[in-house]
């Protein structure tokens, strides 16, 4: 099975920042990586698909990028509604795997 | 517009079954791979199993041999059946449109609860 490795698990940022978070893949995934945003009680709503391709509809200051096995999700401009757990995930092959999950608290 | 919405969840004792539904609307299940993803109160989330095209099906190690995941595609309905549950199994669980390569997961719906406790 394909191990993903998320960090950080947690961060805090100030409104307006920009910040980074990373997945590692156990072995080379190509580019079948999404991005993905929670907010509590709700269900995961796609950010980012091919690893860096935007989802219609979500704001250009999230952005993805990578290949193989090392992979960022990036949020520019952090905004409160940005507060939420993002999850990476490889759909690359089965069993599909998430990363572990990052708390971004906007202060 | 497409969608997904489960229904099925519950409170069932340690050692019973339930069958949870998911209705698609905006596209047909026969024609896309179905994916159930769960949630541990508090915890990250946990791919489950996938049905694809064919009828091909795949599951975590931590539900084989207890849940089968199944389709009618007349109703358009993707289901999962769960056997033998335990309170590991305790947790949300979301219906998706699986993509595959390239796409991954693209349409969620809100999910069900199912809670494991005597």
């Known amino acids: 099975d394909i191990q993903m490795t998320q960090s950080p698990s947690s961060l805090s940022a100030s409104l307006g920042a920009g910040v980074t978070i990373t997945c590692r893949a156990s072995?080379?995934?190509?580019?079948?990586l999404g991005w993905y945003q929670q907010k509590p009680g709700k269900a995961p709503k796609r950010l980012i698909y091919?690893?860096?391709i935007l989802q219609s509809g979500v704001p250009s200051r999230f952005s993805g990028s990578g290949s193989g096995t090392e992979f960022t999700l990036t949020i520019n401009s952090l905004q409160p509604e940005d507060s939420a757990t993002y999850y990476c995930?490889?759909?690359?092959?089965?069993?599909?795997?998430f990363g572990q999950g990052t708390k971004l608290e906007i202060k | 517009e497409e969608q997904v919405v489960e229904s099925g969840g519950g409170l069932i004792q340690p050692g019973g079954s339930l069958r949870l539904s998911c209705a698609a609307s905006?596209?047909?299940?026969?024609?896309?791979?179905m994916t159930w993803v769960r949630q541990a109160p508090g915890k990250g989330l946990e791919w489950v199993s996938v049905?694809?095209?064919?009828?091909?099906?795949y599951y975590a190690d931590s539900v084989k041999g207890r849940f089968t995941i199944s389709r009618d595609n007349s109703n358009n309905t993707l289901f999962l059946q769960m056997d033998s549950l335990t309170a590991e199994d305790t947790a949300v669980y979301y219906c998706?449109?699986?993509?595959?390569?390239?796409?991954?997961?693209?349409?969620w719906g809100q999910g069900t609860t199912v809670t494991v406790s005597s």
């Open positions: 091919a690893a860096s």
């Open positions: 905006g596209f047909s299940v026969n024609f896309n791979y």
């Open positions: 998706a449109r699986d993509q595959g390569y390239i796409y991954g997961l693209d349409v």
């Open positions: 072995q080379g995934i190509r580019n079948d």
């Open positions: 049905v694809d095209t064919d009828g091909t099906t």
């Open positions: 995930l490889q759909h690359n092959s089965y069993p599909y795997t």
